[in-house]
C-alpha cells in the first residue's frame, strides 16, 4: 500500500482545483446546499460543463470524446470533485458511461463504439441496466427474459425489475436468453434494446422513501437490430461479468471521502442536539470515526493494486460488504440521534436512493431518515452481502465452494426449480 502520490499526481490536482474554482459559484457549499429542482438543474448545466471539457467520461479514448486520463489522473479527479461535492455525470451516467460505455469500449465492434459512444456524452442516448429479473437476481444466470432472431431483428419477451432510472432512460442493456437448451450461463446474450417502441413498457415501484427510482420492465415482441448484440451471441455472461466489474471496482478512492463527509456533518447534528457529551452516543461515534479510517487505508490498498496495472477482483467483494454494512449501522445512529423526530421526517430529502446525502445537505431529519433507508438497499444492489461474503470466503480466503447447482439445461433447470 503506498498512501502518497507522486509530484505529477499533485501537479494534476492543482489543474483540477483550478478547474472547479473557475467553474464553480464562490458561495459554492456542496450539491445537497441547493434545493432539490437547482441541485437536479446545476446536474445536468455542470454535465454539459464536463462534457465539454473532455471531463465527462475521464477515461475515455479522446477519439470517442473522453478525456484520455490516465489512471492516477481519474482518480484525483473523483477525489477532488467528491471532497467539492460536484457530482461526476448526470443522473443515468453511472448506466451510461461507466457500465455500458465501458463495456462497449472493451467488447463492441468499431461501429458501435463510433455510434454509442459519442450518443451516450451528448445524452441523446440515457441508459438503464436490464439484468435483474424476478427469477434472476443473485443467481442472475437463470434469467429468462427471451430473445429469439427474426430476420434482421431480435425479438424481445419477457420482464425485467428494479431497473434503476429506467423511467429517464430511452435504452436499456438487456441480459437476454438466446438459448434455453445449453447450460444456464451459456446461452446468454447481451443485447443494446432501444425503449422508445410500443413493445417496451416502464412501470414504476414505489419505495419505501416514497420516490419511485426503479422499475419494472416489461418487454412484449420489443425489436432491436440483429447487429445490437455486444461481445457475440452466446457470450453475454462474459460480457455481463465486465460489466458488473465497473460496477463495483471504482469506490476504493472516492467512498472514504463520502463516508468521512457524512461523519462530520453527523457530528454536527449530535452538538445542535445536545448530545456530545453522551458517553452511549460518543462511543458510536468513535466506531464510526476508526470504521471509516479503516475504510480508506482498505480503499487505499485496492487503490495501489489497481494503478500498478492490477484487477481489483474479489478485492472489491471485501470493500462493497465492508462499506454497505457500515453505512446501515452509522444510519441507524443518525436516526438514534434523531429520537422522536425520526419518526416524522421533516425538511429536505436525499436526491437519490444511493450512498449518503449530498455534502452540504441541511442536517434536517428527512436527510437522515432517507439515508438510513437507503442504507438498506446498499447491501442488496451491485451484489448482496451474503453473496459477497460467498466470493470472499471462496475465492480470498480459499473456503470449501458452496454445494454445487444442479446440472442441466437452462430448460430443463426450470421443471426442477421449486
Ligand atoms: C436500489 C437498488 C437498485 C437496483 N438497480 C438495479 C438496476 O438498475 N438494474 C438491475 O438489473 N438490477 C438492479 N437492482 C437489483 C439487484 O441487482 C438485486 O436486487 C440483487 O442482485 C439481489 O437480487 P434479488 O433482489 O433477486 O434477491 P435474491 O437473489 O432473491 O436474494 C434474496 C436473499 O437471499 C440471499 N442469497 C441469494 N443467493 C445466496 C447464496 N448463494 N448464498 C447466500 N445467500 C444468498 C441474498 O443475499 C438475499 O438476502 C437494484 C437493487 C436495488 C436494491
Known amino acids: 500500500m503506498d498512501p502518497t502520490y507522486s509530484p505529477d499526481a499533485e501537479a494534476y490536482r492543482e489543474k483540477v482545483l483550478a478547474f472547479l474554482a473557475e467553474h464553480l459559484p464562490a458561495t459554492w457549499k456542496g450539491i445537497g446546499a441547493l434545493p ?58 453511472t448506466f451510461g458511461i461507466q457500465m455500458v460505455g ?15 459512444l459519442p450518443r451516450i456524452l451528448s445524452n441523446e442516448d440515457v441508459w438503464c441496466q436490464g439484468y435483474s429479473e424476478p427469477n434472476a437476481g443473485s443467481d442472475l444466470a437463470n434469467i429468462g427474459c427471451r430473445a429469439e432472431l427474426d430476420g434482421d431483428e431480435w425479438v424481445i419477451n419477457g420482464q425485467k425489475i428494479w431497473t434503476s432510472a429506467g423511467h429517464l432512460a430511452n435504452w436499456i442493456f438487456v441480459l437476454a436468453r438466446t438459448d434455453p437448451d445449453v ?17 417496451v413498457e416502464v412501470r414504476p415501484i414505489k419505495m419505501m422513501t416514497g420516490d419511485s427510482e426503479f422499475n419494472e420492465v416489461f418487454f412484449t415482441d420489443a425489436r432491436t437490430p440483429k447487429a445490437h448484440v455486444v461481445g457475440g451471441v452466446g457470450n453475454g455472461w462474459a460480457v455481463a461479468m465486465t460489466l458488473l466489474g465497473y460496477e463495483r471496482g471504482e469506490a476504493a478512492a472516492t467512498f472514504p471521502i463520502m463516508f468521512r463527509t457524512e461523519i462530520d ?53 471485501i470493500f462493497k460488504l465492508y462499506w454497505s454494512e457500515y453505512h446501515k449501522v452509522v444510519s441507524e445512529l443518525s436516526v438514534d440521534i434523531l429520537g422522536a423526530d ?4 421533516t425538511g429536505r430529502w436525499p436526491m437519490s436512493a444511493f ?22 438497499a446498499g447491501t442488496i444492489y451491485a451484489g448482496t452481502s451474503q453473496v459477497q461474503r460467498n466470493i470472499i470466503g471462496e475465492m480470498v480466503l480459499g473456503l470449501p465452494k458452496e454445494p454445487g447447482s444442479p446440472r442441466g439445461t437452462w430448460r430443463e433447470l426450470q421443471h426442477q426449480q421449486p
Open 36 to 93: 432539490v429542482d437547482e441541485a437536479w438543474a446545476f446536474v445536468e448545466e455542470w454535465r454539459t460543463v464536463l462534457h465539454a471539457n473532455g471531463l465527462l467520461a475521464a477515461s475515455w479514448p479522446v477519439e470517442y470524446g473522453g478525456g484520455g486520463l490516465t489512471e492516477l489522473e481519474q482518480v484525483i479527479l473523483a477525489e477532488e470533485f467528491y471532497k467539492a461535492g460536484v457530482p461526476t455525470g448526470g443522473a443515468n451516467d
Open 102 to 116: 465501458n463495456t462497449i469500449l472493451q467488447w463492441g465492434t468499431d461501429e458501435q463504439k463510433a455510434h454509442f
Open 183 to 199: 447450460a444456464k450461463h451459456k446461452g446468454i446474450t447481451f443485447l443494446l434494446v432501444p425503449m422508445d417502441q410500443p413493445g
Open 265 to 317: 456533518r453527523l457530528l454536527t447534528l449530535v452538538r445542535e442536539r445536545g448530545l456530545a457529551g453522551d458517553p452511549r452516543i460518543r462511543q458510536r461515534l468513535a466506531w464510526a470515526y476508526s470504521k471509516v479510517e479503516i475504510m480508506r487505508y482498505l480503499g487505499m490498498r485496492t487503490l495501489t493494486k489497481y494503478l500498478a496495472g492490477g484487477h481489483p477482483g474479489p478485492d472489491s467483494s
Open 342 to 345: 425520526a419518526m416524522v421526517p
Open 355 to 376: 450512498h449518503t446525502d449530498q455534502p452540504g445537505a441541511p442536517n434536517d431529519s428527512a436527510s437522515w431518515v432517507g439515508t438510513f433507508m437507503v442504507a438498506r
